[in-house]
């Protein structure tokens, strides 16, 4: 028997793309395949968002900080990498929400905003009694009209009324996509609240018949937190994959610049003028690169619509003694009805205790709402003069921070606007049948959090695997 030897591209070097080749490498070795796989990205280093900066003392996350423990692709990939002795829970505490210029508790018993626990909702001040009303009213309000997308306002306001909305939920999920909910499609962001509402006739009662039972304050204060970090930092798992290729099989500063089909296998034209002939290809880079790549396959061309956001966070250190009325908590969230420009401010060192030494203070804002963009743009002592003034609203800041470390990520944030999930099954459909072996992974398709994107690359693996058996 002739046993022919197969090359498996991989563009793109940020955590979808290391972990399509870590799987990749670790099926053929096991089973013994003939396949090479060869990774490629456009930049000088891998990791993508992922960045930790280690100074002084402190760990200080450039990008993602940590991921959800419910989402098990990254806890996964942590073990099979031997190194689930680095994880850490987050620490528990209060958390926040700014509105009207004050700070109010997030209601326990609430999840992404909708309460299910409705008794310390309705003692929150939250919102206002007529709020507190048109909230509860959900539960009796009747089911939508079945729709194959709509925005997540559009939904969440039908059901709750503005006042929660515009109060605590958009800050909570719009900061996770770093985007307007009047825009961001529900079914390609939280399909399952559809699916409750449409069976249960209320988002209210099917949380409350399909979560877990709340736990009571003193099991609270036992639990460990929902989020995973570790102890040496985010990009400590980036270093772990990269070990795990030989030299040959990473390309650093390596742009794709065309691919074509040609009878059975695809033609890569690299940014150096090389050519690499793959028989498949797993593809993790943003949505925008795609019409350039593939020119010639026209159904690419809506991705050139798709918006992204921009963002930029600021690290700020300080001295204990340096801030006064310190927040009894873990952080806030900013209602975008405030005059604050920054969206959020963990407060790390009580957060994550690994990250800070003990007489210190380490805190960590965002800014970029979708109608203030511009902010991303001002030089970095712009931004950190915004931050300090939103900071000093809430507390009180005595000296200057010991350093500050801002970061930004420049239409770097894929926005999924209503028709999302439509347009990704069209244009996959097309792609099976003009570009067989050609998979999309990443933060621009079907999730942005990086257990979402690990588990594209599982996904996009297993498709490789069977398309060339």
């Keep these: 028997m002739i046993i022919i ?17 870590y799987y990749l490498k670790k099926e053929i070795q096991e089973k013994n395949l003939p396949y090479n796989i060869k990774l490629v990205e456009a930049s000088e280093r891998l990791g993508g968002k992922i960045k930790t900066l280690k100074k002084d003392g402190f760990i200080i996350e450039r990008g993602p900080d940590s991921f959800l423990s419910r989402k098990p692709a990254t806890i996964n990939l942590i073990k099979s990498l031997g190194m689930e002795d680095q994880l850490i829970n987050n620490n528990t505490g209060q958390s926040y929400v700014l509105v009207n210029g004050k700070l109010h508790k997030i209601p326990v018993g609430s999840f992404m905003g909708i309460p299910i626990q409705m008794r310390p ?3 929150s001040n939250l919102i206002s009694p007529v709020g507190k009303l048109r909230t509860n009213f959900e539960k009796v ?3 939508s009209t079945p729709k ?13 009324g503005n006042e929660l909305v ?39 009662k099917g949380l409350q018949a399909t979560m877990p039972k709340p736990p009571t304050k003193k099991e609270r204060k036992k639990r460990p937190g929902v989020f995973y970090a570790l102890t040496n930092g985010f990009e400590s798992l980036v270093d772990e994959l990269s070990k795990q290729f030989k030299e040959e099989e990473v390309s650093l500063n390596c742009a794709v610049d065309h691919i074509q089909k040609k009878d059975e296998h695809y033609h890569v034209l690299l940014h150096n003028g090389t050519v690499y002939q793959a028989d498949s290809i797993v593809v993790t880079t943003p949505h925008d690169t795609l019409p350039k790549i593939f020119s010639q396959y026209k159904y690419f061309d809506h991705f050139k619509k798709m918006p992204q956001s921009s963002v930029a966070n600021v690290a700020l250190a300080f ?22 420009r920054i969206t959020a401010c963990t407060w790390t060192h009580k957060k994550w205790l690994h990250t ?25 002592d712009e931004i950190i003069d915004i931050v300090l003034k939103d900071l000093n609203k809430t507390m009180k800041i005595t000296e200057k921070p010991l350093f500050t470390v801002v970061t930004r990520y420049k239409n770097k944030m894929p926005q999924y606007t209503v028709g999302h999930r439509e347009r990704l099954r069209e244009t996959n459909a097309e792609m099976n049948a003009s570009l067989p072996g050609v998979y999309l992974a990443g933060s621009s398709y079907t999730g942005v959090a990086v257990p979402d994107c690990i588990k594209q690359a599982e996904e996009a693996v297993e498709s ?6």
């Design 356 to 380: 800070t030494p003990k007489d210190k203070i380490l805190l960590r804002s965002y800014v970029g709402r979708p109608d203030d963009q511009k902010v991303v743009d001002l030089k970095d």
């Design 141 to 143: 309000k009747k089911k």
């Design 148 to 160: 194959k997308d709509q925005s997540l306002g559009m939904f969440f306001r039908n059901r709750f």
């Design 464 to 469: 490789v695997i069977d398309y060339l058996n």
């Design 166 to 204: 515009e109060n605590l939920m958009e800050p909570l999920l719009g900061g996770i996509y770093s985007g307007d909910l009047d825009k961001m499609s529900l079914m390609s962001t939280f399909p399952n609240f559809y699916q409750l509402e449409q069976e249960y006739g209320s988002l209210i």
């Design 121 to 123: 909702f309705l003692a």
């Design 319 to 340: 001295n204990k003694k340096a801030i006064h009325k310190e927040l009894d908590g873990t952080g806030y969230v900013v209602s975008r009805n405030s005059d604050f």
């Design 5 to 21: 030897t197969k090359n498996i591209l991989i563009i793109g070097g940020g955590i979808t793309g290391l972990s399509a080749a």
